[in-house]
DNA sequence: TTTAATGCAAAGTGTTTGCAGGGCC
DNA sequence: GGCCCTGCAAACACTTTGCATTAAA
């Protein structure tokens, strides 16, 4: 799908509840249209926002995150290092936040294949519980990745 | 296992790393113990820990989790609330944090099940990527949970 | 003109750190 | 005596909020 026919999109869902596609919003939601395959903290999008838009303030991209996960339109999502990242939802994103995690090096690798659905059918019946969603994490390390070879900065998470 | 054999074999594994298990971290623990069933945040541990041991220091509290949380004799764990969860890590539970969250009501309930050994070979195999841990949450809503009725603050996780 | 949205600064929250004092090999 | 551990308070990082101003319908 283009930038433009997403725009639209999310500018419809805002509208239709209530809310404006302002300036800000909508270079907001460029950035994370542009960084789709990252998981950007609040803070790295603000920093990118702030190329296009210098006089954004950083509490309205907050505000704007905060609103678009509300709306579900972003998924806020959290690794365990302190802060919130974000991830637009693509359709195809449902079901599908399968992450694996390197103990080494802080590699973060997102796996698109949806493992659970049987798993999600035997919860409704054995516990009368229906899934909408759900997050598997894999912590470990890759057979190429000695600690030695491979230090980079654990903070780099994509 | 009775709470002084825990409370042995875990002075032993702090010793082995040339920790002591003073008083303070013993009072810790016992909570710890004590409340084995729940996700006990800092703060409520150290609430907990204060009605023993009234002089301890919540900064102590903060240490002695960390420290056992380095030893993987407690799991750190995170609901995406903003405050980190402290669980006793006995044998079972390793590869079974499996859990489900109602939407509604927010309760928290754990799943003791390893569904995931399959996955893990195949991770293995196919990304040579060698699991030592994992996580796994379900979002959605009990059957027996209409929004009306259960209500209660959602931030009651244990 | 009424309401929603913004920028800024201040406040808030959960957590960590610096440091002086205390206890234990 | 040296070293680990503690309590306290201050610092910290991320996030939220209050408020006066601005933009939009």
Redesign the pocket.
């Known amino acids: 799908m283009m930038v433009l026919e997403q725009l639209d999109k999310i500018n419809r869902q805002?509208r239709s509840s209530?809310?404006?596609l302002?300036?800000?919003?909508e270079a907001t939601v460029r950035v994370l249209l542009e960084y789709e395959q990252e998981h950007l903290?609040?803070?790295d999008v603000y920093m990118l926002v702030k190329d296009k838009?210098p006089?954004?303030?950083?509490?309205?991209?907050?505000?704007?995150?905060?609103l678009l996960a509300e709306l579900h339109i972003v998924e806020k999502m959290n690794f365990g290092d302190?802060?919130?990242r974000f991830d637009l939802r693509s359709e195809e994103h449902t079901h599908m936040h399968h992450h694996l995690i390197c103990t080494v090096c802080g590699a973060l690798k997102e796996i698109k294949d949806d493992w659970l659905l049987e798993l999600e059918n035997r919860l409704q019946q054995e516990y009368g519980f229906k899934v909408t969603d759900h997050r598997l994490d894999f912590m470990g390390t890759y057979h190429t990745c000695k600690s030695s070879e491979c230090k980079r900065a654990s903070k780099a998470i994509s």
């Open positions: 805002l209530n809310y404006k302002t300036p800000q919003r903290s609040a803070e838009y006089d954004i303030g950083l509490a309205t991209v907050y505000r704007t995150l905060e302190g802060v919130a």
